[in-house]
């Protein structure tokens, strides 16, 4: 059974960082295009950052550019999402997926106080 799970996310102050972690398991994600969404209390979700299997190339979001960065690691099977300089803008549950689409997982929470 493919499955991503999401962790990492914590309270943090303003300014702060936190990376994330999404590790699948029941498929090897080395030739797939992933990214990470967010989803805010009372919004829809929304993409924040993707990374190609073919070369490596990234995009962001506006809202996180020069903040986040997403990288992977194809040998533990796991995409991360590094956050800097977090904003309770960034508050929200995180989630990886597929860029092609897939199941959704639990998510990880983020909430950044002021």
């Known amino acids: 059974q493919v499955q991503l799970v999401e962790s990492g996310g914590g309270l943090v102050q303003a300014g702060g960082s936190l990376r994330l972690s999404c590790a699948a398991s029941?498929?090897?994600?080395?030739?797939?295009?992933m990214g990470w969404y967010r989803q805010a209390p009372g919004k829809e979700r929304q993409f924040v950052a993707s990374?190609?299997?073919?070369?490596?190339?990234?995009v962001y979001a506006d809202s996180v550019k020069g903040r986040f960065t997403i990288s992977r690691d194809n040998a533990k099977n796991t995409v991360y999402l590094q956050m800097n300089s977090l904003k309770p803008d960034d508050t929200a549950i995180y989630y990886c997926?597929?860029?092609?689409?897939?199941?959704w997982g639990q998510g990880t929470q983020v909430t950044v106080s002021s």
């Open positions: 997926n597929y860029l092609q689409g897939g199941p």
């Open positions: 029941g498929r090897r994600i080395w030739a797939d295009d």
């Open positions: 990374i190609y299997w073919r070369g490596g190339s990234t």
